[in-house]
């Protein structure tokens, strides 16, 4: 099991009065993330496709644009055809997001570098400082720092007592 998901069931099991719901927004990050700036790559391995303009990297990829940081085992990136840079960003095989203080993990993460937009699915997990989240997907706003838990989502609320 991952930090996070300890932390996580941990949190659970100390906590009291579950609330469930299908759809909430919460903030993401300290600050936000200039989507502008360049990503930089790393991985144990790179394969690329000329002929359709995508690079695969594969084993321990970590990337990192400004202060936000994204790590998965598999990494599609597809440049924009037509122009120089990147279109978007596919990690797959279990993904870990940090910007800040907060961390997201889950199955998939696709990041859309020009709308700064990044999509999570599968058992999505957020924890933030002593509280935490989860969800089947979260849409993550770079531009302006927000998330968007959407189906099933699940959270622990302390009341006063704890």
Do not use: H, W
């Not at 903030?27 to 303009?53: H, K, N, R, Y």
């Not at 999570?120 to 968007?148: H, I, P």
């Amino acid at each position: 099991m991952t930090y996070l998901r300890l932390l996580a069931i941990a949190f659970v099991l100390c906590a009291a009065a579950p609330v469930s719901a299908q759809g909430t927004s919460v903030a993401f990050g300290a600050i936000q993330q200039d989507t502008s700036a360049p990503v930089e790559v790393t991985a144990d391995e790179l394969a690329v496709d000329q002929a359709s303009g995508a690079a695969t990297f594969t084993g321990n990829v970590v990337i990192g644009q400004g202060e936000m940081r994204l790590s998965a085992p598999r990494v599609l990136v597809i440049y924009s055809q037509g122009q120089a840079g990147i279109e978007r960003l596919e990690a797959t095989g279990g993904v870990t997001l940090v910007s800040g203080p907060d961390a997201a993990e889950g199955q998939r993460a696709d990041y859309n570098v020009a709308d700064g937009v990044i999509v999570m699915s599968g058992d999505v997990l957020l924890a933030q400082g002593q509280s935490a989240l989860s969800a089947d997907r979260m849409t993550v706003n770079l531009d302006d720092g927000t998330a968007r838990m959407q189906g099933r989502v699940k959270t622990i609320l302390q009341t006063g007592n704890n």
